[in-house]
């Protein structure tokens, strides 16, 4: 594993496109199976217009991705101030490569199975790992 803290924050930037090009492949698999032609698509449309058109497992994809564009900016900001502070330690990796592979984790299961007990408790984790990380950035930043 890298040494430095921003490795994480890569892995999961590249991850954030991975799930985009899956939701983008999933939905223009199924517009055709749904007789959806995006050249008679009013203006304006957006991903949220889809729900209750497409099936539930094809917006999941969309759904994961949007919420990779949520919480995870925090965990970039976390990452940079512990980096550029002073907090890159053994303890700020390891909570940082953990909320990754939970991001992970956590998108594969939204995207495939979607049970909320079982993603929830996922997620609890990982915001965890990132509540950790966050009041360390303050303390890296205060001392």
Same mark, same amino acid.
């Given at each position: 594993?890298?040494?430095?803290?921003?490795?994480?924050?890569?892995?999961?930037?590249?991850?954030?496109?991975?799930?985009?090009?899956?939701?983008?492949?999933?939905?223009?698999?199924?517009?055709?199976?749904?007789?959806?032609?995006?050249?008679?698509?009013?203006?304006?449309?957006?991903?949220?217009?889809?729900?209750?058109?497409?099936?539930?497992?094809?917006?999941?994809?969309?759904?994961?991705?949007?919420? *990779? @564009?949520?919480?995870?900016?925090?965990?970039? #900001? $976390? !990452?940079?101030? +512990?980096?550029?502070?002073?907090?890159?330690?053994?303890?700020?990796?390891?909570?940082?490569?953990?909320?990754?592979?939970?991001?992970?984790?956590?998108?594969?299961?939204?995207?495939?199975?979607?049970?909320?007990?079982?993603?929830?408790?996922?997620?609890?984790?990982?915001? *965890? @790992?990132?509540?950790?990380?966050?009041?360390? #950035? $303050? !303390?890296?930043? +205060?001392?």
């Amino acid at each position: 594993m890298s040494g430095s803290l921003l490795a994480p924050g890569a892995i999961l930037a590249l991850w954030t496109l991975v799930m985009l090009s899956w939701a983008g492949v999933t939905r223009f698999q199924a517009f055709s199976k749904v007789g959806i032609d995006l050249k008679a698509a009013p203006p304006g449309g957006r991903g949220v217009d889809l729900e209750g058109v497409l099936p539930p497992e094809t917006n999941w994809k969309s759904h994961n991705y949007t919420h *990779l @564009c949520e919480q995870p900016t925090i965990f970039y #900001a $976390v !990452i940079v101030f +512990l980096q550029l502070s002073g907090g890159n330690t053994d303890l700020t990796r390891g909570l940082a490569w953990a909320y990754v592979v939970l991001r992970i984790v956590h998108s594969l299961w939204q995207s495939t199975v979607n049970r909320i007990p079982v993603r929830f408790a996922i997620f609890f984790l990982a915001t *965890l @790992c990132l509540l950790v990380l966050a009041v360390l #950035a $303050v !303390i890296a930043t +205060l001392g």
